[in-house]
C-alpha cells in the first residue's frame, strides 16, 4: 500500500452503535488529521496529532474520541451520533513543519441512521 | 482566522475548453494547495505553490502571495476533469503546522 489509507470505506451505523474508522499513512510523515466534510461543504479541520500527541482540537464533540498509537495510524472512534454527524470523513498526513505539503486519504462515507 | 474565497462557485465547460479557477485568501500565507474531489471524495493533490508558477501536463496554476491570490489554469479540459476543485492556505496565515484552511470549492462539469 501506498499513500494513505482509510477504512471502512463507508460506514451505516445506527445512533446506539459504537465503531472507529482506521487510517494508515506509508509516507513516512509525523503529523496526521481528521477532517469532516458535511454535504455541499468545504473540509472542516477535526483534530492534528504530531508525533503522537494531540495538537489540536477544533471545539469536536466528546462523542467523536480520537487516538494515535504511533506515527503512521490514527483512528477516530465514534458513539452515540447523531444523524447530522453523516459526512465524509477524510484522513490527512504530511510532515510536520512549516509550510508542509498534506496528502488525504480516500475517505469514510459514513452515515447515521 | 484567515478567509478563502473561490469563483466561480460552478463552472459548466465543453470538452476541449479552457478554464481559470481563483482563490483569493485574506492574509499572507507560505503554502497554498490545489486539490481536485472526484465524484467519489477522494482529495488528488494538484499543486503546492506558495508562489510561482507551475504546471502539471493540461493544468497550471499560478499563486501572487503579495496579491494574496492563485489561479488554477485547465486547458482542453476532459470530462475525467469533472468535480470539486478547492484551494486551501494555512489556518491563520503565515505558519502552516499542517492547518489547513480550505475554500468553498468549484465544481466544474464538462460535459462531451
Known amino acids: 500500500e501506498t499513500g494513505v489509507t482509510q477504512t471502512p470505506r463507508h460506514l451505516v451505523m445506527g445512533m446506539t452503535n459504537k465503531k472507529s474508522l482506521k487510517c494508515e499513512q506509508h509516507l513516512g510523515h509525523n503529523a496526521m488529521y481528521w477532517y469532516k466534510q458535511s454535504a455541499k461543504k468545504p473540509l472542516e479541520l477535526m483534530f492534528v496529532?504530531?508525533?503522537?500527541?494531540?495538537?489540536e482540537n477544533n471545539s469536536v464533540p466528546s462523542r467523536f474520541s480520537p487516538e494515535c498509537p504511533n506515527s503512521s495510524h490514527l483512528f477516530l472512534h465514534l458513539h452515540t451520533l447523531q444523524p447530522e454527524d453523516s459526512a465524509l470523513y477524510l484522513c490527512a498526513s504530511s510532515p510536520f513543519r512549516e509550510g508542509s505539503e498534506q496528502y488525504f486519504g480516500p475517505g469514510t462515507r459514513l452515515t447515521v441512521t | 482566522g484567515i478567509q478563502v474565497e473561490q469563483s466561480p462557485p460552478d463552472l459548466i465547460l465543453q470538452e476541449g475548453a479552457n478554464s481559470t479557477l481563483r482563490c483569493n485568501f485574506s492574509d499572507s500565507v507560505n503554502n497554498l494547495q490545489w486539490f481536485h474531489q472526484n465524484p467519489w471524495g477522494q482529495l488528488i493533490n494538484l499543486f503546492y505553490i506558495p508562489s510561482g508558477t507551475k504546471q502539471n501536463g493540461r493544468l497550471s496554476a499560478t499563486t501572487v502571495a503579495t496579491e494574496r491570490y492563485s489561479l488554477l489554469y485547465i486547458s482542453s479540459s476532459q470530462t475525467t476533469d469533472s468535480g470539486v476543485y478547492f484551494c486551501?492556505?494555512?489556518w491563520g496565515g503565515g505558519t502552516s503546522y499542517g492547518k489547513l484552511t480550505f475554500g468553498q470549492g468549484t465544481i466544474l462539469t464538462v460535459h462531451p
Open positions: 496529532y504530531n508525533f503522537k500527541e494531540q495538537t
Open positions: 486551501a492556505v494555512p
